[in-house]
Protein backbone atom coordinates (compact mmCIF):
# COMPACT_ATOMS: atom_id res chain seq x y z
CA UNK A 1 0.00 0.00 0.00
CA UNK A 2 1.61 3.64 -0.71
CA UNK A 3 2.49 5.29 2.12
CA UNK A 4 2.40 8.82 0.56
CA UNK A 5 -1.00 10.06 0.94
CA UNK A 6 -0.19 9.80 5.07
CA UNK A 7 2.60 11.98 4.94
CA UNK A 8 1.37 15.74 3.32
CA UNK A 9 2.59 18.72 5.54
CA UNK A 10 5.78 21.08 6.31
CA UNK A 11 8.96 21.66 4.29
CA UNK A 12 12.42 22.09 5.11
CA UNK A 13 14.64 22.99 2.13
CA UNK A 14 18.02 24.26 2.06
CA UNK A 15 19.57 26.45 -0.81
CA UNK A 16 16.66 26.83 -3.33
CA UNK A 17 15.68 29.72 -5.55
CA UNK A 18 12.08 30.36 -4.60
CA UNK A 19 9.25 32.82 -5.76
CA UNK A 20 6.86 34.84 -3.24
CA UNK A 21 3.85 36.20 -4.64
CA UNK A 22 2.27 39.19 -3.48
CA UNK A 23 -1.29 39.44 -4.76
CA UNK A 24 -3.56 42.26 -5.04
CA UNK A 25 -7.15 40.42 -4.17
CA UNK A 26 -9.19 43.72 -4.27
CA UNK A 27 -6.93 45.08 -7.15
CA UNK A 28 -4.05 48.22 -6.87
CA UNK A 29 -1.47 49.69 -7.85
CA UNK A 30 2.03 48.13 -8.99
CA UNK A 31 4.76 49.98 -8.34
CA UNK A 32 7.80 47.69 -9.25
CA UNK A 33 9.51 46.78 -12.24
CA UNK A 34 10.38 43.67 -13.21
CA UNK A 35 14.11 42.59 -13.24
CA UNK A 36 14.45 45.28 -10.46
CA UNK A 37 16.27 44.47 -7.07
CA UNK A 38 14.01 44.86 -3.96
CA UNK A 39 14.43 44.95 -0.14
CA UNK A 40 12.19 43.12 2.16
CA UNK A 41 10.97 46.08 3.27
CA UNK A 42 10.47 48.37 -0.20
CA UNK A 43 7.08 49.04 -1.03
CA UNK A 44 6.35 47.59 -4.34
CA UNK A 45 2.33 47.87 -4.45
CA UNK A 46 -0.62 49.75 -3.13
CA UNK A 47 -3.64 48.33 -2.34
CA UNK A 48 -6.31 50.45 -2.73
CA UNK A 49 -4.42 53.73 -4.28
CA UNK A 50 -7.21 56.08 -3.90
CA UNK A 51 -7.80 55.06 -0.19
CA UNK A 52 -10.77 54.39 1.63
CA UNK A 53 -12.92 57.02 2.75
CA UNK A 54 -13.96 57.11 6.41
CA UNK A 55 -17.17 58.22 7.42
CA UNK A 56 -17.10 59.62 11.64
CA UNK A 57 -20.35 61.39 13.39
CA UNK A 58 -18.23 63.49 15.82
CA UNK A 59 -21.79 64.66 17.19
CA UNK A 60 -22.94 61.12 18.26
CA UNK A 61 -18.97 60.28 19.43
CA UNK A 62 -18.78 63.51 21.76
CA UNK A 63 -23.13 62.96 22.59
CA UNK A 64 -23.77 66.83 21.52
CA UNK A 65 -25.61 68.50 19.71
CA UNK A 66 -24.70 69.58 16.12
CA UNK A 67 -24.92 73.09 17.17
CA UNK A 68 -22.30 73.30 19.31
CA UNK A 69 -19.39 69.93 17.63
CA UNK A 70 -17.60 72.51 15.55
CA UNK A 71 -16.16 73.96 18.61
CA UNK A 72 -14.99 70.51 19.99
CA UNK A 73 -12.71 69.47 16.66
CA UNK A 74 -9.35 69.85 17.00
CA UNK A 75 -9.03 69.54 13.16
CA UNK A 76 -8.99 71.50 10.26
CA UNK A 77 -9.87 70.05 6.26
CA UNK A 78 -6.69 68.74 4.53
CA UNK A 79 -4.84 67.66 8.13
CA UNK A 80 -3.18 64.57 8.49
CA UNK A 81 -4.05 62.20 11.55
CA UNK A 82 -2.82 59.49 12.73
CA UNK A 83 -4.91 56.11 13.79
CA UNK A 84 -6.29 56.67 17.40
CA UNK A 85 -5.04 60.25 17.40
CA UNK A 86 -7.47 62.53 19.05
CA UNK A 87 -9.45 64.59 16.60
CA UNK A 88 -12.17 66.22 18.40
CA UNK A 89 -13.17 66.22 22.80
CA UNK A 90 -16.33 67.23 24.91
CA UNK A 91 -14.74 69.51 27.75
CA UNK A 92 -15.39 68.80 31.21
CA UNK A 93 -18.89 70.63 32.66
CA UNK A 94 -21.52 69.90 35.20
CA UNK A 95 -19.51 67.00 35.82
CA UNK A 96 -19.94 65.41 32.92
CA UNK A 97 -16.94 62.96 31.95
CA UNK A 98 -14.77 64.29 29.27
CA UNK A 99 -15.75 62.42 25.55
CA UNK A 100 -12.73 62.20 22.70
CA UNK A 101 -13.02 60.89 19.40
CA UNK A 102 -10.48 59.28 17.54
CA UNK A 103 -9.32 58.95 14.02
CA UNK A 104 -10.02 55.36 12.96
CA UNK A 105 -6.98 55.06 10.31
CA UNK A 106 -4.20 56.90 9.58
CA UNK A 107 -4.92 59.65 6.31
CA UNK A 108 -6.22 63.09 5.53
CA UNK A 109 -9.35 65.01 7.11
CA UNK A 110 -11.42 65.32 3.20
CA UNK A 111 -14.99 67.31 4.47
CA UNK A 112 -16.07 68.40 7.43
CA UNK A 113 -19.60 69.04 7.72
CA UNK A 114 -22.31 71.18 9.52
CA UNK A 115 -24.05 68.25 10.60
CA UNK A 116 -21.18 66.82 12.98
CA UNK A 117 -19.58 64.75 10.46
CA UNK A 118 -16.28 64.36 9.02
CA UNK A 119 -14.93 61.86 6.26
CA UNK A 120 -11.04 60.78 6.36
CA UNK A 121 -9.28 59.93 3.34
CA UNK A 122 -7.14 56.92 4.44
CA UNK A 123 -3.54 56.44 3.01
CA UNK A 124 -3.17 53.50 0.51
CA UNK A 125 -2.33 50.27 1.86
CA UNK A 126 1.33 49.42 0.99
CA UNK A 127 2.35 46.30 0.39
CA UNK A 128 5.84 45.50 0.83
CA UNK A 129 8.31 42.77 -0.96
CA UNK A 130 8.52 40.39 2.22
CA UNK A 131 11.76 39.11 0.97
CA UNK A 132 14.87 40.63 -0.39
CA UNK A 133 15.22 39.81 -4.10
CA UNK A 134 14.12 40.47 -7.64
CA UNK A 135 11.02 40.93 -9.19
CA UNK A 136 10.64 38.30 -11.53
CA UNK A 137 7.07 39.30 -12.92
CA UNK A 138 4.08 42.00 -12.51
CA UNK A 139 0.64 41.89 -13.71
CA UNK A 140 -0.75 45.61 -13.37
CA UNK A 141 -3.55 45.75 -10.57
CA UNK A 142 -3.50 42.36 -9.63
CA UNK A 143 -0.22 41.02 -8.44
CA UNK A 144 4.16 40.90 -7.91
CA UNK A 145 6.31 38.01 -8.08
CA UNK A 146 9.69 38.16 -5.96
CA UNK A 147 12.45 35.71 -6.66
CA UNK A 148 15.36 35.11 -4.66
CA UNK A 149 17.52 32.42 -3.21
CA UNK A 150 17.84 31.02 0.43
CA UNK A 151 16.32 28.51 2.71
CA UNK A 152 12.63 27.66 3.49
CA UNK A 153 11.27 26.46 6.77
CA UNK A 154 7.52 25.93 6.71
CA UNK A 155 5.76 25.73 10.62
CA UNK A 156 2.64 24.02 11.37
CA UNK A 157 0.56 26.97 12.99
CA UNK A 158 1.01 30.42 13.46
CA UNK A 159 -0.80 33.73 14.33
CA UNK A 160 0.09 37.48 13.65
CA UNK A 161 1.15 38.56 10.47
CA UNK A 162 5.13 39.29 9.18
CA UNK A 163 8.13 40.33 9.79
CA UNK A 164 11.61 40.52 8.78
CA UNK A 165 14.82 41.41 10.16
CA UNK A 166 18.20 39.47 11.00
CA UNK A 167 18.12 36.30 12.20
CA UNK A 168 19.28 35.13 16.12
CA UNK A 169 19.10 31.74 17.35
CA UNK A 170 19.17 31.55 21.37
CA UNK A 171 20.56 29.06 23.04
CA UNK A 172 18.86 26.02 25.64
CA UNK A 173 18.26 28.11 29.12
CA UNK A 174 17.79 31.64 27.14
CA UNK A 175 14.67 33.72 27.89
CA UNK A 176 15.24 36.50 26.36
CA UNK A 177 17.28 38.12 23.40
CA UNK A 178 21.18 38.11 24.39
CA UNK A 179 22.62 41.63 24.95
CA UNK A 180 23.63 43.43 21.71
CA UNK A 181 20.95 41.72 19.90
CA UNK A 182 19.64 44.03 16.81
CA UNK A 183 16.21 45.44 17.04
CA UNK A 184 13.99 44.39 14.55
CA UNK A 185 15.35 40.39 14.99
CA UNK A 186 13.95 37.50 13.91
CA UNK A 187 14.07 34.96 17.15
CA UNK A 188 14.59 31.15 17.13
CA UNK A 189 14.93 29.18 19.82
CA UNK A 190 14.76 25.53 20.25
CA UNK A 191 12.58 24.93 22.91
CA UNK A 192 8.63 25.72 23.99
CA UNK A 193 7.49 29.01 24.44
CA UNK A 194 7.50 29.73 28.11
CA UNK A 195 6.25 32.55 30.64
CA UNK A 196 8.46 35.71 29.44
CA UNK A 197 10.18 35.34 26.21
CA UNK A 198 7.04 37.12 24.23
CA UNK A 199 7.42 40.31 26.96
CA UNK A 200 10.61 40.08 26.42
CA UNK A 201 10.90 40.03 22.63
CA UNK A 202 8.44 43.09 22.61
CA UNK A 203 10.98 44.62 25.17
CA UNK A 204 13.85 43.94 22.68
CA UNK A 205 11.42 45.18 19.62
CA UNK A 206 11.97 41.76 18.12
CA UNK A 207 9.73 41.67 14.22
CA UNK A 208 9.26 37.83 14.96
CA UNK A 209 9.41 34.75 17.16
CA UNK A 210 9.74 31.46 15.95
CA UNK A 211 9.54 28.56 18.39
CA UNK A 212 8.67 24.97 18.46
CA UNK A 213 5.50 24.57 20.62
CA UNK A 214 3.52 26.25 22.97
CA UNK A 215 0.41 26.06 25.05
CA UNK A 216 -3.04 27.58 24.08
CA UNK A 217 -2.51 29.67 26.90
CA UNK A 218 0.51 30.63 26.66
CA UNK A 219 -0.28 32.35 22.97
CA UNK A 220 -1.53 35.43 22.40
CA UNK A 221 -4.73 35.70 21.03
CA UNK A 222 -3.55 39.14 19.12
CA UNK A 223 0.52 39.44 18.67
CA UNK A 224 1.91 42.46 18.10
CA UNK A 225 4.58 40.52 16.18
CA UNK A 226 4.29 37.16 14.24
CA UNK A 227 4.53 34.01 16.47
CA UNK A 228 5.04 30.58 14.32
CA UNK A 229 5.40 26.76 15.69
CA UNK A 230 6.89 24.73 14.04
CA UNK A 231 6.10 21.12 16.14
CA UNK A 232 2.12 22.24 17.29
CA UNK A 233 1.21 22.54 20.51
CA UNK A 234 2.16 21.29 23.71
CA UNK A 235 5.60 21.39 25.03
CA UNK A 236 7.59 19.68 22.64
CA UNK A 237 11.51 21.08 21.95
CA UNK A 238 12.35 21.59 18.13
CA UNK A 239 13.64 19.00 15.88
CA UNK A 240 17.53 18.89 16.51
CA UNK A 241 18.38 19.47 12.64
CA UNK A 242 15.79 21.91 12.14
CA UNK A 243 17.26 23.91 14.54
CA UNK A 244 20.78 24.09 13.45
CA UNK A 245 19.42 24.91 10.27
CA UNK A 246 18.32 27.85 11.21
CA UNK A 247 20.95 28.45 13.71
CA UNK A 248 23.69 28.22 11.15
CA UNK A 249 21.96 30.94 9.34
CA UNK A 250 22.27 33.53 12.21
CA UNK A 251 22.70 36.81 11.53
CA UNK A 252 20.96 36.43 7.46
CA UNK A 253 17.98 37.98 6.94
CA UNK A 254 14.81 36.31 7.36
CA UNK A 255 11.24 36.67 6.96
CA UNK A 256 8.57 35.23 8.58
CA UNK A 257 4.84 34.76 7.80
CA UNK A 258 2.52 33.54 10.19
CA UNK A 259 -0.64 33.07 7.77
CA UNK A 260 -2.28 29.71 8.48
CA UNK A 261 -4.90 27.96 6.56
CA UNK A 262 -5.49 24.64 7.12
CA UNK A 263 -8.78 23.44 4.94
CA UNK A 264 -9.08 24.33 0.81
CA UNK A 265 -6.09 26.32 -0.37
CA UNK A 266 -3.64 25.14 2.47
CA UNK A 267 -1.24 28.10 3.46
CA UNK A 268 1.58 26.88 5.68
CA UNK A 269 3.15 29.62 8.18
CA UNK A 270 6.86 29.82 6.93
CA UNK A 271 10.18 31.34 7.32
CA UNK A 272 12.74 32.30 4.72
CA UNK A 273 16.15 32.76 5.57
CA UNK A 274 18.13 34.59 2.46
CA UNK A 275 21.34 33.95 1.67
CA UNK A 276 23.22 33.36 -1.31
CA UNK A 277 23.23 35.74 -4.87
CA UNK A 278 20.05 37.41 -6.22
CA UNK A 279 18.79 34.96 -8.81
CA UNK A 280 18.86 37.27 -12.48
CA UNK A 281 15.48 34.99 -13.55
CA UNK A 282 13.84 32.44 -12.98
CA UNK A 283 16.07 29.36 -13.24
CA UNK A 284 15.94 26.89 -16.87
CA UNK A 285 15.56 23.08 -16.31
CA UNK A 286 14.28 22.92 -12.77
CA UNK A 287 11.12 22.21 -11.67
CA UNK A 288 8.28 24.69 -9.61
CA UNK A 289 7.11 23.19 -6.72
CA UNK A 290 3.54 24.76 -5.35
CA UNK A 291 4.37 25.13 -1.03
CA UNK A 292 1.24 26.81 -0.27
CA UNK A 293 -0.84 29.73 -2.22
CA UNK A 294 1.69 32.29 -2.59
CA UNK A 295 5.19 30.52 -2.41
CA UNK A 296 6.89 28.01 -5.24
CA UNK A 297 10.65 26.30 -5.04
CA UNK A 298 12.14 25.37 -8.00
CA UNK A 299 13.44 21.67 -7.24
CA UNK A 300 15.50 19.19 -9.78
CA UNK A 301 13.14 17.17 -11.48
CA UNK A 302 14.83 13.87 -9.95
CA UNK A 303 13.90 14.93 -6.42
CA UNK A 304 11.82 12.59 -4.50
CA UNK A 305 10.46 12.64 -1.48
CA UNK A 306 10.59 10.63 1.47
CA UNK A 307 8.16 7.60 1.77
CA UNK A 308 7.35 5.48 4.75
CA UNK A 309 8.98 2.49 4.84
CA UNK A 310 10.65 -0.06 6.72
CA UNK A 311 13.67 1.26 8.12
CA UNK A 312 13.29 5.02 8.12
CA UNK A 313 13.48 7.04 11.12
CA UNK A 314 10.22 8.34 12.44
CA UNK A 315 8.67 10.30 15.16
CA UNK A 316 5.16 9.80 16.89
CA UNK A 317 2.75 12.54 16.85
CA UNK A 318 0.09 11.74 18.79
CA UNK A 319 -0.34 10.30 22.51
CA UNK A 320 0.36 7.49 24.52
CA UNK A 321 4.02 7.68 22.18
CA UNK A 322 3.82 11.53 21.68
CA UNK A 323 7.15 12.98 20.89
CA UNK A 324 8.80 9.35 21.00
CA UNK A 325 11.54 8.33 17.98
CA UNK A 326 12.05 4.94 16.48
CA UNK A 327 12.75 2.91 13.33
CA UNK A 328 9.84 1.80 10.98
CA UNK A 329 9.82 -2.24 10.98
CA UNK A 330 7.22 -2.81 9.02
CA UNK A 331 4.33 -1.68 7.30
CA UNK A 332 1.33 -4.59 7.55
CA UNK A 333 -0.61 -4.55 4.41
CA UNK A 334 -4.28 -4.52 5.42
CA UNK A 335 -5.35 -1.59 8.09
CA UNK A 336 -6.24 -2.54 11.16
CA UNK A 337 -8.67 -1.24 13.97
CA UNK A 338 -6.89 1.08 16.60
CA UNK A 339 -8.10 1.60 20.32
CA UNK A 340 -10.72 4.68 18.93
CA UNK A 341 -12.44 2.21 17.15
CA UNK A 342 -11.25 3.10 13.38
CA UNK A 343 -9.89 1.03 10.84
CA UNK A 344 -6.65 2.49 9.55
CA UNK A 345 -3.39 1.75 7.74
CA UNK A 346 -0.53 1.39 10.53
CA UNK A 347 3.20 1.05 10.69
CA UNK A 348 5.25 -1.38 13.30
CA UNK A 349 8.02 0.64 15.01
CA UNK A 350 10.64 -0.61 16.95
CA UNK A 351 11.54 2.34 19.37
CA UNK A 352 14.61 3.34 21.29
CA UNK A 353 14.19 2.00 23.97
CA UNK A 354 13.50 -1.71 22.05
CA UNK A 355 9.97 -1.76 22.03
CA UNK A 356 7.72 -2.99 19.21
CA UNK A 357 4.39 -0.82 18.72
CA UNK A 358 1.62 -0.53 16.61
CA UNK A 359 0.29 3.05 15.62
CA UNK A 360 -1.88 4.63 13.05
CA UNK A 361 0.60 6.00 9.91
CA UNK A 362 -1.29 9.30 10.14
CA UNK A 363 0.53 9.77 13.32
CA UNK A 364 4.12 9.81 12.07
CA UNK A 365 6.27 12.09 10.77
CA UNK A 366 9.74 11.03 8.49
CA UNK A 367 13.33 12.55 10.16
CA UNK A 368 14.92 11.27 7.19
CA UNK A 369 16.26 13.49 4.09
CA UNK A 370 14.83 13.32 0.71
CA UNK A 371 16.87 11.43 -1.64
CA UNK A 372 17.64 12.57 -5.21
CA UNK A 373 18.53 10.13 -8.06
CA UNK A 374 21.25 12.12 -9.12
CA UNK A 375 24.95 13.87 -7.25
CA UNK A 376 23.69 16.97 -5.39
CA UNK A 377 22.57 19.74 -7.94
CA UNK A 378 21.47 23.93 -7.23
CA UNK A 379 17.92 23.52 -6.01
CA UNK A 380 17.09 20.20 -4.45
CA UNK A 381 16.12 19.81 -0.47
CA UNK A 382 18.46 18.34 1.87
CA UNK A 383 15.80 17.13 4.22
CA UNK A 384 11.73 17.38 4.17
CA UNK A 385 9.77 16.94 6.97
CA UNK A 386 6.05 15.57 6.27
CA UNK A 387 3.72 15.50 8.65
CA UNK A 388 -0.39 15.14 8.81
CA UNK A 389 -1.98 18.47 9.95
CA UNK A 390 -1.43 20.10 12.96
Avoid at 32 to 44: I, L, P, S, T
Avoid at 131 to 146: K, L, Q, Y
Avoid at 151 to 172: I, K, N, R, S
Avoid at 294 to 305: K, Q, V
Wanted: proline share 9%.
Amino acid sequence: MDSRPYLAGPHVIRDVILEKVRSLPLGGEVLAAAGEEVDAGAVVAHLNPQGYLHFVNVARELDVSYNIVGSCIFKAEGDAVSRGEVIAARPAALGLLVAECRSPADGVIEKIYPSGHLTIRAYPIPVDAFVSGRVAETSPADRVVIITRGTLVQGLYGVGGEGHGPLVALGPASTGLPRGAPRGAVVVTAEALGPGLYEACLEAEASALVVPSAHLKDLPADPAMPIVLTEGFGLRRMTPWVFEVLASLAGCEASVSAATQLRAGVERPEVIVRHGPVPDGRPEGLTPMSLGRRTRAYLHRRYSAPRLEPGVRVRFTRRPNQGLEGEVVSLPPRPRKIVTGSVLPVAEVRLDDGRVVTAPRCNLEILELGQSRDSPEHGQPERRRRRNGV
